[in-house]
């Protein structure tokens, strides 16, 4: 069955750092997703991606955040400049139409030093 | 704003029938999500309602009034492995999921 990858599966990273989180979505999915989640807390929406553009961004997904379709397969995370308050689990999630189910990959767990 | 109530833990015994119930506030509503997720994992697809009704996918049942803004999730015949957060997850806008906080349901022997 097919499914959503991401690595790393583990990062830790200094303060004010850049990180770049990776995400293979399910191939024939046409919307892509992040989310995270701080420990303990709910699942919360970061950016949609849809076209190679942005469809939808949450007020978490500020000018340190950004999203890129480099190549035909790979959706990736940028950290501009890490804060502590970055540290949580980022998912990367995929669906095949709009408004389907959305299907989420493993997760990145982030640690801010 | 945007508000979704779930308990926060529940716990039912092996074999039983459980309910998790989960209302909503939402600027909009395009469909319902319940998901499954385990202790540091990602959460996984359990099923979706658009419609007012029931909706049965094998042990798992869920409901959804719109009019109520509410919903359950029927989980039948608990296994041991059923233990785990069920979030309940709205679309009110685009294409957004926005998640409760989850209801931690522990299965006992």
């Known amino acids: 069955e097919p499914e959503v990858t991401q690595t790393p599966s583990h990062q830790v990273t200094q303060m004010g750092q850049e990180v770049i989180l990776r995400c293979v979505p399910i191939?024939?999915?046409?919307?892509f997703y992040w989310y995270r989640q701080i420990l303990g807390q709910k699942v919360e929406f970061l950016v949609s991606f849809y076209n190679n553009e942005i469809s939808e961004k949450s007020e978490i997904f500020d000018d340190q955040f950004s999203v890129e379709r480099p190549d035909g397969s790979n959706f990736t995370l940028k950290i501009r400049s890490t804060k502590l308050e970055d540290s949580a689990m980022y998912f990367c999630a995929s669906s095949l139409r709009w408004r389907e189910t959305q299907y989420f990959g493993p997760g990145t767990r982030l640690l801010v030093l | 704003g945007q508000n979704i109530d779930q308990p926060t833990e529940m716990t039912a015994t092996e074999g039983a029938i459980v309910q998790i119930n989960c209302t909503y506030q939402t600027s909009g509503f395009n469909g319902l999500f319940w998901y499954q997720q385990h202790a540091g994992e990602a959460p996984t697809f359990l099923s979706y309602?658009?419609?007012?009704g029931l909706e049965e996918k094998g042990r798992f049942s869920s409901f959804l009034s719109r009019s109520k803004g509410y919903s359950y999730l029927l989980l039948k015949e608990l296994q041991m492995k059923d233990s785990a957060s069920y979030l309940c997850?709205?679309?009110?806008?685009?294409?957004?999921?926005?998640f409760g906080t989850g209801t931690r349901l522990t299965v006992i022997p």
């Open positions: 191939s024939n999915h046409l919307y």
């Open positions: 309602n658009v419609l007012d």
């Open positions: 997850a709205v679309t009110p806008g685009a294409n957004n999921l926005f």
